[in-house]
C-alpha cells in the first residue's frame, strides 16, 4: 500500500526513497512517538478544512477562487510581495491576507472533485508561496510590526490549515522550517502579549490552536502536551477582566462586551479543539466539555435573534466591519453538540434547526447587557459603568460608536429582522441611536474610546425568569467642558417597554436629546408614520418640529405612547448617508445612502433634571397604539433622580430602580439601600427579585413588602425571610454578588 506522500504521482524508482525519507524524519523529530495518532488528527482536521458532500456550485466556487489568486499572484524571481495589492511595507493584515489566499489555493488543491485537485503547478505555487513567506516575511529571524494578532493568530491559524491542506507535497525539511516560523511567533515556552502580559480569554485560546495544529504537523507530542495545559485557563470562570463569566458575559480587552466577538471566536475554537483532540492521549477533560456547552447556551444563543445575526451590542468594535449573518454560531453549535451530554445535544440540534429563544428575560451583570424575549420581538439594551467601557474604537476601526453603550436599545421584530443588517452603521445618525440621551456635539473619531464611567449603579433584575428592570446612572464623560447626567429605567414587561429618565443635567451649548427611535425605513419607503392620530406620507425631509404628544406609530414597526403627554417630541423622515471607510478606515469608501424615521426628545440647550417617559409598543398596528393610550396596561409610579418605578396590573408586576443610599419606597416596595427590585403577584402569592447593581455593597438590603405571607415557596441562597406578616420583610446577602438577582417567592395567607 503506497503512503501518503508516495501518493503524489512519484515514480515507483523514488518511492523506496521517499519512504525512507520519511522514516529518518519521523525518528528525528523530537517527540514524534504515536505518529499514528498524530496522522489521525491531522485527517480530521484536513476533513473539517475540506468539507464534505460538496455540491457542483460549491466546487466550481471554490476553483473560481483559487484560481483568481493564482493568476494575480506574482511569481516572478525578483518579487517582493506574493501579490501587488498585498505590501509588506510595515502592513502585518498583508501578512494574514497573504496566508488567507494561499489557503484559498491549497483548499482547491486538496478537495477531491475540484477541478485543481491534486494539480501540481497548483501545488508548486502554493508550497513556492509558503517558502517564499518563511524566507522573506515570516522568518525566524524577523521581528513584529503592525498588529501582534496577524503574526500570533491570524497568520498562523492560515499558515497551519496551508500546511494541512499541503501536506502530502510537502518534504520534511518545508514542515520543520514552517514548524519553526511559527514557533517564533507562538513561541511554547510563554504565551503572552507584548509588553510580557499573559493571554486572555479568545486571544489565548487563539494562540493555543495554532501551537496545536502546529504540533500535530510536526508530531511533536511536547508541545502537544504544553497546549493541552495551557488551554485549561480558558475553562475557568472570571468575575473581573478578561473571559466568560457564569453569568454569560464575555469580557475582552479588560472593559469590553464581546460575546459576538472575540467571545464566539473562543466557543468556536475552544469547541474545534475538543472534537479534534476527542479520543487522543490530549483530550479535552468531560468537566470543560461541559464549560462549553453552558458558553453555548448561556453565552451565545440568547444574542442570536432567530438565527439572522448575533447582536451587535456584544460585538464590539466589530459593528464597523460588516453585518454578522449567524452562519458562524450556527456552526458553532454543530460542533459542540458533537460532544455535549445528550440531552443538551438535542436543544443544540433543535436550536440549530430554529435558531430562537424562549420567552424570557436574560441579565448580564457582568457586562452591562440585557436581553428580553417575547413572543413577538426582543429588546437588548447596552449599558456602561465604572466596570464596562462605553465602545471600543481600536485599531481605526468603530469611529463613530461613541453613545453605544449610554443605554443604546434594540429592538427586534418577527422571524427576521434587517434592522441592523445591510449599512445601518454607517448610515445611521450616531448622534441619535435608539435609547440613548446624548450631548449633540460634534466629536472627532474614536473620541473617548474605551472609557469607563464614574457611576456604579448600573444593572438590574428580574422575577421568575420572565420581566425584568434595568437602569443605568448616566455620567458622559467631560467633552468640551460640560458634563451629562442623568438617570435612565427600564421596564421589560410582556407587550410593552416603558423607559424613564430622569434628572438630566448638561451645562453642553448643544442640545441634549433623548432618542426613542432611529428606524430605517428603506430606500423606497413606504412605512406612513402617525402622530396624534394624524398620519404623515414618509416624505424625506419632513420634520415636525417639537410637538406635544400622546401616542406616534410607525407602520409595520411599533406604537409609542407618552404616559401623561410630551411637550417636547420630534419626528423626521431623514436620509443617512456613509461609507464603512467613514468607521472604519480599513473599509470601502463606497457611500451608501438609507432612510430613517427618527424620534427624539429635545431638552435643549444645558438642560436641569430634565425628564422623558415613554412606552416601546412593539409590533403594534396605530389603531392598537391609539387604544392601548387610550387605556395604557402600564403606570409610571415614579421618575425622579431618587427613584423610578413602574407597574403593569395585568400582570400584577411593580419595578423599581432605588438610586440612593437609605429608605426609599415606590409601590408595595420600600428598601433601605440602593438596589433593582421587580415583584409579580398572582392569585396564589408573590414573588420578588432583587439585586444590588453597584456590585459595591458588602453587606445586606432589606427589603419589605406591603404584602402578608402565608410562607415562602422557594428562597434563594443569600436571602433571609425576616417576616411573613403583616409585611413580607426580606434581607438580602448581595456581598459578592456581582449584580446577579437574588429570587423569592410566597404563598398568599389563606
Known sequence: MLTERQSTGLGRGCMVAVAMAVFLWQAMVPGSAGADQFDDLRHYWLKQ??????????????????????????????????????????????ITASFSRLKVMALAWATPGC???????????VNGGLDWMTANVYTTTAFKYGNWWDWEIGAPHLFNDAQVLMYPSLTPNQINNYAAAVDRYCPPSKITLNGGKFMTGANLSGEIKAILVRAIL??????????????????????????????????????VPYNGGYGASAVGEVAELVNLLNGSKWAISETNKVV??????????????????????????????????????????????????????????????????????????????????????????????????????INNENLHGWFTGDGMTYLYLGETETQFNGDFWPTVD?????????????????????????????????????????????????????????????????????????????????????????????????????????????????????????????????????????????????????????????????????????????????????????????????????????????????NTAAVQAAGQASLGLVAANFWTAGTNSAGLVTVD????????????????????????????????????????ASVDPGVTVVQLAPKIVLSVNVKGSLGRTFRASFFRPL
Open 49 to 94: 478544512l475540506v468539507g464534505a458532500n460538496l455540491n457542483p456550485s460549491s466546487l466550481k466556487g471554490r476553483a473560481s477562487a483559487a484560481n483568481s489568486c493564482w493568476k494575480s499572484m506574482d511569481a516572478s524571481a525578483s518579487r517582493t510581495c506574493l501579490w501587488k495589492d498585498l505590501p509588506f511595507n510595515k502592513s502585518s493584515p498583508s
Open 115 to 125: 477541478s485543481l485537485y491534486r494539480d501540481p503547478k497548483l501545488a508548486a505555487a
Open 218 to 255: 510536526q508530531k511533536n507530542s511536547e508541545k502537544m502536551a504544553y497546549g493541552q495545559t495551557n488551554l485549561s485557563p480558558v475553562f475557568n470562570y472570571v468575575n473581573s477582566g478578561d473571559g466568560f463569566y457564569r453569568d454569560g458575559s464575555f469580557i475582552q480587552h479588560n472593559t
Open 292 to 393: 462549553v456547552c453552558e458558553w453555548m447556551s448561556k453565552a451565545l444563543q440568547p444574542f442570536v435573534y432567530n438565527g439572522s445575526a448575533m447582536m451587535d451590542m456584544v460585538r464590539g468594535r466589530t459593528i464597523s466591519r460588516q453585518p454578522d449573518n449567524g452562519v458562524g454560531h450556527i456552526n458553532t453549535a454543530k460542533q459542540v453538540a458533537r460532544f455535549a451530554p445528550p440531552a443538551t445535544a438535542v436543544a443544540l440540534n433543535k436550536w440549530v434547526a430554529s435558531p430562537t429563544m424562549p420567552a424570557g428575560q436574560y441579565h448580564f451583570p457582568g457586562m452591562d447587557r440585557v436581553v428580553a424575549w417575547r413572543k413577538n420581538f426582543c429588546f437588548g439594551l447596552s449599558m456602561s459603568s465604572t466596570r464596562i467601557a462605553n465602545y471600543e474604537g
Open 430 to 638: 450616531p448622534y441619535h441611536l435608539p435609547g440613548t440621551t446624548a450631548d449633540t456635539t460634534p466629536r472627532g473619531d474614536a473620541s473617548g474610546q474605551r472609557t469607563t464611567t464614574s457611576q456604579k449603579w448600573v444593572g438590574g433584575a428580574q422575577v421568575a425568569g420572565r420581566y425584568g428592570v434595568a437602569g443605568m446612572s448616566l455620567s458622559v464623560p467631560n467633552f468640551k467642558g460640560s458634563m451629562l447626567t442623568g438617570r435612565k429605567s427600564w421596564f421589560m414587561f410582556d407587550n410593552e417597554v416603558v423607559c424613564l429618565g430622569a434628572g438630566i443635567t448638561a451645562g453642553s451649548s448643544n442640545e441634549i436629546h433623548t432618542t426613542v427611535e432611529n428606524r430605517r425605513v428603506g430606500t423606497s419607503p413606504t412605512k406612513k408614520f402617525i402622530l396624534n392620530g394624524r398620519t404623515y406620507p414618509p416624505r424625506i425631509g419632513w420634520t415636525s418640529g417639537k410637538t406635544p404628544a400622546i401616542w406616534c406609530a410607525l407602520d409595520g414597526t411599533a406604537g409609542y405612547y407618552f404616559p401623561g403627554g410630551a411637550n417636547n417630541v420630534q419626528a423626521a423622515f431623514v436620509s443617512g448617508s456613509g461609507a464603512w471607510g467613514d468607521i472604519n478606515k480599513g473599509k470601502s469608501k463606497t457611500v451608501h445612502t438609507n432612510n430613517y424615521l427618527k424620534l427624539w426628545f429635545n431638552h435643549g440647550i444645558a438642560p436641569t433634571n430634565a425628564a422623558y417617559a415613554y412606552v416601546i409598543l412593539p409590533d403594534m398596528s396605530p389603531a392598537q397604539t391609539r387604544n392601548y393610550a387610550a387605556n395604557p396596561d402600564i403606570q409610571v409610579i415614579q
Open 673 to 712: 439601600s440602593q438596589a433593582s427590585v421587580i415583584t409579580m403577584e398572582t392569585r396564589t402569592g408573590i414573588a420578588v427579585g432583587v439585586s444590588d447593581p453597584t456590585q459595591a455593597n458588602n453587606g445586606s438590603i432589606t427589603v419589605t413588602l406591603n404584602r402578608a405571607a402565608r410562607s415562602a
